[in-house]
């Protein structure tokens, strides 16, 4: 039999998932604000380092050039509806905490708020700005990592499971939960050898 045939659709955003992430940030004038972002990951593991991508448009652009800090806020499921609604308006002239009912609370570390009631927080402080394009790339090393006691595990670490993030599917505009455990990382591969 042979292998299946691929289809060209042609240079896109299109891979799946995309984290759907809330970004934390103050402005000038120290209000908080947050926004949806998916274009962003884990790119250095020492030092421990995010990078997400801004448009150069969006309010939250502006906060981290000038603050150089940012939190990286992963909501649970349970919080879709706000999650979605953080990147449909902006901080510029809408109190995103007055409208939602969140709570911004001040990093210790970083010159940036986070959002009480998300499970899992990375903050983050820039290290470097790199112009792509439409988009701006930030790379923000993880100062910290601050974990709601209910979604770890009995090393004190988070779980998938109890987390319960939220992906997102670039271009076909949709939100995902996460499914089930299909192996260990790093052991499942030994079987083909």
């Not at 959002?115 to 402080?125: Q, T």
């Not at 790339?137 to 100062?143: P, R, T």
């Amino acid at each position: 039999m042979s292998p299946p045939t691929k289809k060209s659709l042609g240079a896109r955003t299109l891979v799946f998932p995309a984290p759907a992430w809330v970004i934390g940030s103050y402005d000038r004038q120290g209000k908080p604000n947050v926004m949806t972002a998916a274009w962003g990951g884990i790119c250095c593991s020492k030092p421990p380092c995010v990078g997400v991508a801004l448009r150069r448009a969006t309010y939250t652009y502006g906060n981290l050039v000038d603050k150089r800090a940012f939190t990286v806020n992963v909501p649970s499921e349970k919080h879709l509806k706000e999650t979605d609604y953080f990147g449909l308006v902006s901080g510029r002239n809408t109190d995103k905490f007055a409208a939602t009912g969140l709570t911004p609370l001040g990093s210790d570390l970083v010159d940036a708020p986070y959002l009480a009631e998300f499970p899992l927080v990375l903050e983050c402080r820039v290290r470097h700005v790199n112009d792509l394009g439409l988009h701006t790339l930030f790379v923000g090393e993880i100062m910290d990592v601050k974990a709601d006691e209910s979604v770890l595990d009995d090393q004190g670490l988070p779980v998938v499971d109890k987390v319960r993030p939220i992906v997102y599917g670039p271009e076909v505009r949709t939100y995902h939960g996460v499914g089930p455990v299909l192996g260990r990382a790093f052991s499942a591969g030994r079987d083909l050898t």
